[in-house]
């Protein structure tokens, strides 16, 4: 995956030229610098901003995910909207090194106030926010002043993953589960109390607030997006949404857009939200499923193949090299300290480093569907992630991983059936039981120092050490505490 020409980093001047398209330093694959197309870049924002303004919208949030999971906005009215789409809209750099909390660190290479990215809204993906009247949402790429892509940009680094796959012949369709727990609004510093009282999975939890689930489907729909199911989840006051899979990025931008939603139907409804990974210590928490499937001319290459239950020999070298990572991969697919209190046995959030079909104690689930449809429905999931890590990074890592075990030809090892916690202790490897572990395993990757190119390789370090430095002694309840309404 080529990131080698991708220069800026801290004390970069900006370039005084705008650089010709030819020689912005563009990976393959990524889109096409904001020069190159600026007019066209006007045009459709133009087109835009007639649909926009039929449907009463005066302004537009572009939002980015920053290295910690926050959600991070920049937000400009519709008359600015074309500006933005041709020339970007100012953000500092060291958002790369912000904390959940908004503490600000730094990098070898990110850090201090001086500086700025073009934040620039993906015209091709804005929509009317249905449960936020008189507002649109556009995800964002950032790029240098001078027209170069930001290193540290995470949307860019997920193409750059795509493009890797698409110049083997690979497409992928990937979807991230969204659970979360709703509570009666109220400070922040209080227990959550829950709007109903109704059991796991019941029946009485969807009577309760099935107004509210109702408009909440209904606001999913008006943005574009195909619901496959609502229901309510384990923990008091848990539901889990997912939507139908669509291509990586378009999955990653969808989960951010989908949390949006729920957060903003909710608080209509005098509720409040959180995609935490645990909300309450000790109880089942939050996940952030990640579905994934691998395609070759239109074949699902998780099926028809000769590997276990009809994996290709390339979809079980790609599931073998996510496998074989994920203990890297966690240090992108969960960034929180709180996302180890989560991933623990017997809940099911996939605390073993091993696969199984339909297993959910496993980090690796293989799901192939009922008979008939596997062709298309086969996938994997991946149990272990939650909701704080920033989904351009969970699966942009994924991919560059897979693509790694798919080049080596890997095979996957024995299947895990059952519960790995009754197994023969030691025979099954759990997977990090904190930030330290992950993150000494992230310093050994050479692969996703390699993918994600070493401003970003290195931003996502210093985040991640910050935080689990900042937690260090915490108990479970204070950190619980600490995290609960920041994701
Ligand atoms: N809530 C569980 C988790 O933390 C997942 C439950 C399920 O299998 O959907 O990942
Ligand atoms: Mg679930």
């Given at each position: 995956?080529?990131?080698?020409?991708?220069?800026?980093?801290?004390?970069?001047?900006?370039?005084?030229?705008?650089?010709?398209?030819?020689?912005?330093?563009?990976?393959?694959?990524?889109?096409?610098?904001?020069?190159?197309?600026?007019?066209?870049?006007?045009?459709?924002?133009?087109a835009a901003v007639e649909r926009l303004r039929a449907a009463e919208v005066d302004a537009v949030a572009v939002t980015w995910v920053d290295n910690a999971g926050i959600a991070r906005v920049k937000a400009v009215p519709l008359t600015g909207l074309v500006h933005a789409a041709q020339w970007g809209v100012g953000t500092a750099p060291c958002f790369?090194?912000?904390?959940?909390?908004?503490?600000?660190?730094?990098?070898?290479?990110?850090?201090?106030p001086t500086g700025d990215l073009r934040l620039y809204p993906d015209v091709d993906r804005l929509v009317p926010l249905a449960a936020q009247p008189g507002w649109a949402w556009a995800p964002?790429?950032?790029?240098?002043?001078?027209?170069?892509?930001?290193?540290?940009?995470?949307?860019?680094?997920?193409?750059?993953?795509?493009?890797?796959?698409?110049?083997?012949?690979?497409?992928?369709?990937?979807?991230?589960?969204i659970e979360w727990v709703v509570a009666l609004a109220g400070p922040p510093e209080e227990e959550p109390r829950y709007p109903t009282a109704g059991a796991a999975y019941g029946l009485q939890r969807l009577t309760d607030l099935s107004g509210y689930l109702r408009e909440l489907l209904r606001a999913l729909a008006e943005q574009g997006l195909t619901v496959l199911q609502?229901?309510?989840?384990?923990?008091?006051?848990?539901?889990?949404?997912?939507?139908?899979?669509?291509?990586?990025?378009?999955?990653?931008?969808?989960?951010?857009?989908?949390?949006?939603?729920?957060?903003?139907?909710s608080a209509r409804h005098?509720?409040?939200?959180?995609?935490?990974?645990?909300?309450?210590?000790?109880?089942?928490?939050?996940?952030?499923?990640?579905?994934?499937?691998?395609?070759?001319?239109?074949?699902?290459?998780?099926?028809?193949?000769?590997?276990?239950?009809?994996?290709?020999?390339?979809?079980?070298g790609f599931l073998a090299g996510v496998l074989g990572a994920l203990p890297e991969l966690l240090v992108l697919g969960s960034s929180s300290p709180a996302g180890y209190l989560r991933l623990v046995p017997s809940h099911w959030a996939g605390a073993y480093r091993c696969w199984?079909?339909?297993?959910?104690?496993?980090?690796?689930?293989?799901?192939?569907?009922?008979?008939?449809?596997?062709?298309?429905?086969?996938?994997?999931?991946?149990k272990c992630f939650d909701a704080t890590a920033n989904p351009y990074?969970?699966?942009?890592?994924?991919?560059?991983?897979?693509?790694?075990?798919?080049?080596?030809?890997?095979t996957l090892p024995p299947e895990v059936t059952g519960d790995p916690a009754q197994a023969e202790p030691g025979t099954v490897p759990r997977l990090p039981a904190g930030p330290a572990e992950a993150l000494a395993a992230y310093r050994r990757s050479a692969v996703l120092r390699e993918a994600l190119g070493e401003p970003l390789y290195e931003a996502v370090l210093a985040v991640r050490l910050a935080e689990s430095e900042q937690y260090a002694g915490a108990t479970p309840e204070q950190l619980v505490a600490a995290t609960r309404w920041r994701y």
């Open positions: 995956m080529s990131t080698g020409t991708v220069t800026a980093g801290r004390g970069e001047p900006a370039a005084e030229q705008e650089p010709a398209a030819e020689d912005a330093g563009r990976p393959a694959g990524v889109a096409l610098p904001p020069r190159a197309d600026r007019a066209e870049r006007g045009e459709r924002a133009r790369d090194v912000f904390l959940a909390d908004d503490t600000i660190v730094s990098s070898p290479l990110t850090g201090g964002g790429d950032r790029y240098t002043q001078g027209g170069a892509p930001h290193p540290g940009c995470q949307r860019l680094f997920a193409r750059r993953a795509v493009a890797a796959a698409a110049e083997r012949g690979l497409g992928l369709k990937a979807g991230i589960e609502i229901h309510p989840e384990y923990a008091a006051g848990q539901f889990e949404v997912s939507v139908a899979p669509e291509g990586p990025v378009e999955a990653a931008d969808t989960s951010v857009l989908v949390r949006q939603t729920v957060r903003a139907v005098g509720l409040r939200v959180s995609f935490a990974p645990v909300v309450e210590a000790g109880s089942v928490g939050n996940g952030g499923h990640l579905h994934l499937s691998l395609w070759r001319d239109g074949r699902n290459l998780a099926r028809g193949g000769s590997g276990p239950h009809g994996l290709t020999a390339e979809g079980e199984g079909l339909e297993n959910r104690e496993a980090a690796l689930r293989l799901v192939t569907g009922s008979t008939g449809e596997r062709s298309t429905a086969a996938n994997a999931e991946i990074l969970a699966l942009g890592g994924v991919l560059a991983a897979g693509l790694a075990g798919l080049d080596r030809g890997l």
